[in-house]
Nanobody, 122 residues
C-alpha cells in the first residue's frame, strides 16, 4: 500500500525559507514520479515541482523556478521541497502526490498525502 505523509509546513515572513517533506512508503523512487502541488484559497490546484528518478527529470512551475528545490532523501525515503525567497503568494496548502511508472509532465496524483499549510506573511 502506497502512503504519503507531508510535514513541515508553518508560518514564515516574506523572504524567508521553509522545508516541507513527504515521507513515503510502499513505492520505489526508481519506479515513481513524485511531486508537490499547492492550492491557495479560491484558486486551482497547481503543480509546483516534480522529480522522477527513473529518467532523472526535475521540473518546476515558472512561479517557483529558481526559488524552490525538490530532492529525494533516500535515507528517510522522503521527498523534500526546499522553499526560499518565499512570497505571500506562496501561501497555500501543499500536497505531495505520486504516480507509479509515470512521467513528471503527466503527473496527476494516483496517491496523495494530506496537506501541509504554508503561510507567508508580508
Amino acid at each position: 500500500e502506497v502512503q504519503l505523509q507531508a510535514s513541515g509546513g508553518g508560518s514564515v515572513q516574506a523572504g524567508g525559507s521553509l522545508r516541507i517533506s513527504c515521507a513515503t512508503s510502499g513505492l520505489t523512487f526508481e519506479d515513481s514520479v513524485i511531486g508537490w502541488f499547492r492550492q491557495a484559497p479560491g484558486k486551482e490546484l497547481e503543480k509546483v515541482a516534480c522529480i522522477g528518478k527513473s529518467d532523472g527529470t526535475i521540473s518546476y512551475a515558472d512561479s517557483v523556478k529558481g526559488r524552490f528545490a525538490i530532492s529525494i532523501d533516500n535515507t528517510k525515503r522522503a521527498v523534500n521541497l526546499e522553499m526560499t525567497s518565499l512570497k505571500p503568494e506562496d501561501t497555500a496548502v501543499y500536497y505531495c502526490g505520486a504516480d507509479l511508472f509515470g512521467k513528471c509532465w503527466s503527473l496527476r496524483g494516483q496517491f496523495w498525502g494530506q496537506g501541509t499549510l504554508v503561510t507567508v506573511s508580508s
